[in-house]
C-alpha cells in the first residue's frame, strides 16, 4: 500500500485527474456491464413475454366467447322429436346422398334407431353424421363398420340416439 501512495504522488497532478476519471469511467461500465445491461435485457423479454401472454389472453377471450355462443346454439338448435325420428333419419340421409345405401331403418328405443346400411361412401357418411349431431343433436351411440366392397366405402350398422324428447 505504501509502494501505491509513493507511485501515487509522483505523479503530475494532470495525470492523477486523468487516471481518477478514467478509473470513474472504467468502474461505471463494469458497473453497467455486469448489472444494468443484462436488467435491461431481462425487462425487455418479460415485455415481449407479457406482449405474447396478453395476446395469448384476447386470443382465449374470443375462443371462450365462440364456445359459449356455439353452447348456447346448441341449447336453441331444433330438437327432433322422437315420434318423427324415423322421417328425420330418411329426410337429412336423402339430404347428404346416403339414402340409397340403407338397406333397413328399425325403431330401437323410445329415443333411436338403428339403421343398416350397405356401400356408403365414408366421407359421406362423416359428413352426415356430423350434421345431425351439430345441427340436430342426434349422435351415433354405437356402431359395427367394416370396409366395402371399393375403397373408401363401408357398410355396417349405427345406433342414432338422440337426446331431446318432446
Given at each position: 500500500m505504501i509502494l501505491l501512495k509513493q507511485w501515487w504522488q509522483q505523479l503530475s497532478k494532470r495525470e492523477q485527474v486523468l487516471l481518477t476519471f478514467g478509473g470513474f469511467v472504467a468502474v461505471n461500465l463494469m458497473y453497467y456491464a455486469i448489472f444494468l445491461a443484462p436488467l435491461s435485457e431481462s425487462i425487455e423479454r418479460q415485455k415481449r413475454q407479457i406482449a405474447a401472454q396478453r395476446n395469448e389472453l384476447h386470443q382465449l377471450d374470443i375462443l371462450g366467447q365462440q364456445a359459449i355462443a356455439l353452447r348456447q346454439q346448441k341449447r336453441t338448435r331444433p330438437s327432433t322429436p322422437v315420434g318423427n325420428m324415423l322421417r328425420f333419419v330418411d329426410?337429412?340421409?336423402?339430404?347428404?346422398?346416403?339414402?340409397?345405401?340403407?338397406?333397413?331403418?328399425?325403431?330401437?328405443?323410445e329415443r333411436s334407431v338403428r339403421l343398416w346400411f350397405s356401400q356408403v361412401p365414408f366421407p359421406k357418411l362423416l359428413q352426415w353424421l356430423d350434421t345431425i349431431d351439430r345441427d340436430y343433436g342426434v349422435y351415433m351411440e354405437s356402431s359395427q363398420l367394416q370396409r366395402g366392397d371399393a375403397p373408401g366405402l363401408v357398410e355396417g350398422q349405427l345406433k342414432l340416439t338422440t337426446a331431446t324428447l318432446e
Open positions: 329426410r337429412s340421409a336423402r339430404e347428404h346422398g346416403i339414402a340409397s345405401a340403407i338397406q333397413r331403418v328399425r325403431p330401437d328405443s
